[in-house]
């Protein structure tokens, strides 16, 4: 395979100081973490998504949650604060994070926005998430989050 990319996300960690070991496999169109996992030969519950939803003011924010599982947008508006919380449009959500949908990482985003996570991500050893271009993940300690992102811990996973 390639090599790496360096991406913003990668450039925010080395200058955190966070140990991370990079993962390329091969993007499949609307394949997410289910290919990402079979690829890596990884459990897809330790494959962290990166969704950019939007509440129903339009401002942005958004959600670390399992491969596995999906999102309860209604428990998310309510343990946010909001009256409704959506998935962004592709396009709306490039503009936001400055990243491609498949690729977008929460890690140096080109808004700053708030950031929510599944609670239980933080229960794992480790976690994968993407590194800021569509094909890579980087894999990292769940705490090491903590240290780049202001994270908001959640409980929203649906099964």
């Not at 990668?10 to 991370?20: C, N, S, V, W």
């Not at 079979?38 to 962290?48: F, M, N, Q």
């Not at 998935?87 to 140096?108: D, F, I, K, M, Q």
Request: aromatic share 4%; with cysteine.
């Amino acid at each position: 395979m390639a090599k790496a990319p360096s991406t913003n996300a990668t450039r925010l960690l080395k200058q955190a100081g966070i140990a991370y070991t990079e993962h390329l496999y091969r993007y499949e169109d609307h394949g997410g973490t289910r290919v990402s996992a079979r690829e890596l030969g990884v459990d897809e519950h330790a494959v962290i998504k990166t969704l950019v939803m939007e509440d129903e003011t339009g401002a942005p924010l958004i959600i670390l949650m399992h491969g596995d599982r999906e999102v309860s947008t209604k428990e998310l508006a309510r343990q946010v604060g909001a009256k409704s919380v959506q998935p962004c449009r592709p396009e709306v959500a490039n503009r936001h994070s400055g990243y491609l949908v498949g690729g977008t990482s929460p890690l140096g985003t080109r808004k700053a926005m708030p950031v929510h996570a599944e609670a239980t991500i933080f229960d794992l050893d480790r976690l994968y998430l993407n590194g800021g271009s569509r094909g890579f993940l980087v894999g990292l300690d769940p705490k090491d989050l903590d240290r780049v992102l202001e994270v908001n811990r959640v409980s929203v996973a649906l099964a």
